[in-house]
């Protein structure tokens, strides 16, 4: 499997698991990034509401270059290893499925 491959299904499951870890209770508009909005402009999370909208319902991913695929890895991975963090996982030990998600993710993005 080629690294583009590779890429294409991490990229397949950080959307789930972003949209699992991602809360926000305050959201007029129930998580539905709107850039026209100066609420999701200025909001805290607006970071993670649109890398959400961007990639629900799942994009084609065969349509992303190998550095878009990366950078949208690189962002889930670093969502996801700071939520891990949160909860007190040692993500680069931690066995559980997020932590060693985080891991082959990091370890896919930082291979040549």
């Known amino acids: ?9 991490q990229l397949e499951t950080a959307r789930g698991l972003v949209k ?6 305050d959201c007029p508009w129930e998580q539905r990034f709107h850039q026209e909005q100066h609420a999701c402009r200025h909001c ?5 509401c649109e890398w959400l909208f961007e ?10 270059t190998p550095a878009q695929l990366r950078n949208a890895l690189v962002f889930a991975a670093g ?9 007190d996982h040692k993500t680069g ?4 499925a997020t932590c060693s998600w985080v891991r082959q993710a990091r370890d896919l993005v930082e291979s040549p």
């Open 55 to 64: 990639h629900d319902t799942p994009p084609d991913l065969a349509a992303y």
């Open 79 to 87: 969502y996801l290893e700071g939520r891990m963090t949160q909860g």
């Open 44 to 48: 805290a999370d607006g970071f993670v």
């Open 1 to 9: 499997m080629d690294r583009t491959e590779q890429l294409r299904q």
């Open 93 to 96: 030990i931690c066995p559980c």
């Open 20 to 25: 699992a870890y991602f809360e926000t209770d």
